[in-house]
T-cell receptor
Framework: EDQVTQSPEALRLQEGESSSLNCSYT??????LFWYRQDPGKGPEFLFT???AGEEKEKERLKATLTKKESFLHITAPKPEDSATYLC????????????FGGGTRVLVKP | DAGITQSPRHKVTETGTPVTLRCHQT?????MYWYRQDPGHGLRLIHY???????DKGEVSDGYSVSRSKTEDFLLTLESATSSQTSVYFC??????????FGPGTRLLVL
C-alpha cells in the first residue's frame, strides 16, 4: 500500500527565516510526486511535479527536490503570503492516475 | 484555474437523506475525480471517472455512488447521508502531464 508522511505537521516561521518541509513516501513504482499549496477554505493549488530522483524545480521562493525515499520543499526567505498548508502526493502505477496524499504541513509565516 | 466549478458550495442535510454534489468542467478533460478531506486523514479518493459512463472506485467508496453522463459533469451521490460523511468534498480533473487540478470544494454537514 502506498504511504505518504509529511513532517512537521505545523511550522511557524519568522519572515525571512528559511526552512524545509519533508515528504517521505513508500510506493511501488513512482510515476510522479506532486506538491500542492492549500489556503483555508480553498482547493489545493498545484505547485510542482517531480518524476525522478535528483530532479529539482523552483518557483519564486519555493524549491522542490526528490530522492528515492523523500521529497523536500524548501522555502527561502518566506513572506507572510507563503502561509498555507502544503500537501505532498504520490502517483504509482497506471490505474486511473490515482494520487495518495500526505497529511500536509501547515506553515505560518509571521511578519 | 482549470475551469472547474462545484455545486453547491455549502450544504446542510439530515441523516438518511440522499445528497448529490455536482462537478462541472469546461475544458473537455477525460479524467475526473472525487476526493474528501478530513482532519487527520488528508485527501482521500472516493471515485473517479475515465470517460462518459466509465467510473471506478477509490479507497473510501462505501456509501457513495457516481455518474457521468456527459464529459463535463461528474456527479457524486450520497445515497443515505450519515454523520461520518460530514466533510469537504473536492472534485479534480487530470490535465497535462497527469497533473490533477482541484475545484473550490463543497462543505457538507450531515446532522
Amino acid at each position: 500500500e502506498d504511504q505518504v508522511t509529511q513532517s512537521p505537521e505545523a511550522l511557524r516561521l519568522q519572515e525571512g527565516e528559511s526552512s524545509s518541509l519533508n515528504c517521505s513516501y513508500t510506493v511501488s513504482g513512482l510515476r510522479g510526486l506532486f506538491w500542492y499549496r492549500q489556503d483555508p477554505g480553498k482547493g489545493p493549488e498545484f505547485l510542482f511535479t517531480l518524476y525522478s530522483a535528483g530532479e529539482e524545480k523552483e518557483k519564486e521562493r519555493l524549491k522542490a527536490t526528490l530522492t528515492k525515499k523523500e521529497s523536500f520543499l524548501h522555502i527561502t526567505a518566506p513572506k507572510p503570503e507563503d502561509s498555507a498548508t502544503y500537501l505532498c502526493a504520490v502517483q504509482a502505477g497506471a490505474a486511473g492516475n490515482k494520487l495518495t496524499f500526505g497529511g500536509g504541513t501547515r506553515v505560518l509565516v509571521k511578519p | 484555474d482549470a475551469g472547474i466549478t462545484q455545486s453547491p458550495r455549502h450544504k446542510v442535510t439530515e441523516t438518511g437523506t440522499p445528497v448529490t454534489l455536482r462537478c462541472h468542467q469546461t475544458e473537455n478533460h477525460r479524467y475526473m475525480y472525487w476526493y474528501r478531506q478530513d482532519p487527520g486523514h488528508g485527501l482521500r479518493l472516493i471515485h473517479y471517472s475515465y470517460g462518459v459512463k466509465d467510473t471506478d472506485k477509490g479507497e473510501v467508496s462505501d456509501g457513495y455512488s457516481v455518474s457521468r453522463s456527459k464529459t463535463e459533469d461528474f456527479l457524486l451521490t450520497l445515497e443515505s447521508a450519515t454523520s461520518s460523511q460530514t466533510s469537504v468534498y473536492f472534485c479534480a480533473i487530470r490535465g497535462t502531464e497527469e497533473t490533477q487540478y482541484f475545484g473550490p470544494g463543497t462543505r457538507l454537514l450531515v446532522l
